[in-house]
């Protein structure tokens, strides 16, 4: 089965950039995406088609991506950023896995 | 207005049925594929599967698929996620969300549903 793989935690402090990688176990690596996850809320999708920031989306919320591997850049951590974030991505038989998530904590 | 709003918590006993909806409007219904997402207590989202409206093609999460079911109503523009067995393991919160299949992300989704199932 197609695997994503992310760090479980990344820690900054506020005013720091936060990076979180997500590796893909074979290829093809589809179009990735990035979701914030807050506690009882639902996801938010913050990136598509690994660079793309839907509206509404602040700027310093951006996404890479080199080979089988995909980064979720947050350029000037906010208190407010501290959240689950799950990259996703598709195994080319429609199947779209997501990773197991990294927990972003702002110190 | 992307719209998806989602039947209300439910509680069961395991081996009961269960079928959960997830109303959607202001776009095109057939036109944007339909996935069904599950978020265990204390553990990350999952992915359980998809269904396009316009031929009910379904994919299902190759680790979970045979448990549940994924359909829809074109006619009220519903997606429904369905157990004719449920087990205590099912005890999570569900989320719908559509999905831009260019570029396969879920770009709006509902308020996820909280399933409960307990003896």
């Known amino acids: 089965s197609y695997e994503l793989t992310q760090p479980p935690s990344v820690s900054v402090s506020p005013g720091q950039t936060a990076r979180i990688t997500c590796s893909a176990d074979a290829l093809p690596k589809q179009y990735a995406s990035w979701y914030q996850k807050k506690p009882g809320q639902a996801p938010v999708l913050v990136i598509y088609?690994?660079?793309e920031r839907p509206s509404g989306i602040p700027e310093r919320f951006s996404g890479s991506s080199s080979g089988t591997t995909v980064t979720l850049t947050i350029s000037g951590v906010q208190a407010e950023d501290e959240a689950d974030y799950y990259c996703?991505?598709?195994?080319?038989?429609?199947?779209?896995?997501f990773g197991g998530g990294t927990k972003l904590t702002v110190l | 207005d992307v719209q998806l709003v989602q039947s209300g918590a439910e509680a069961k006993k395991p081996g009961e049925s269960l079928k959960i909806s997830c109303k959607t409007s202001?776009?095109?219904?057939?036109?944007?594929?339909i996935g069904w997402v599950r978020q265990m207590p204390g553990k990350g989202l999952e992915w359980m599967g998809l269904?396009?409206?316009?031929?009910?093609?379904?994919p299902y999460s190759p680790s979970l698929q045979g448990h549940f079911t994924i359909s829809v109503d074109k006619s009220i523009t519903t997606a429904y996620l369905q157990w004719s067995s449920l087990k205590a393991s099912d005890t999570a919160m569900y989320y719908c969300?559509?999905?831009?299949?260019?570029?396969?992300?879920?770009?709006?989704w509902g308020q996820g549903t909280l399933v409960t199932v307990s003896s």
């Open positions: 996703q991505s598709g195994d080319g038989s429609g199947i779209y896995p």
């Open positions: 088609k690994d660079n």
């Open positions: 969300a559509r999905q831009n299949h260019s570029w396969g992300a879920f770009d709006s």
């Open positions: 202001g776009y095109s219904f057939s036109n944007y594929w």
């Open positions: 269904i396009f409206p316009g031929d009910s093609f379904s």
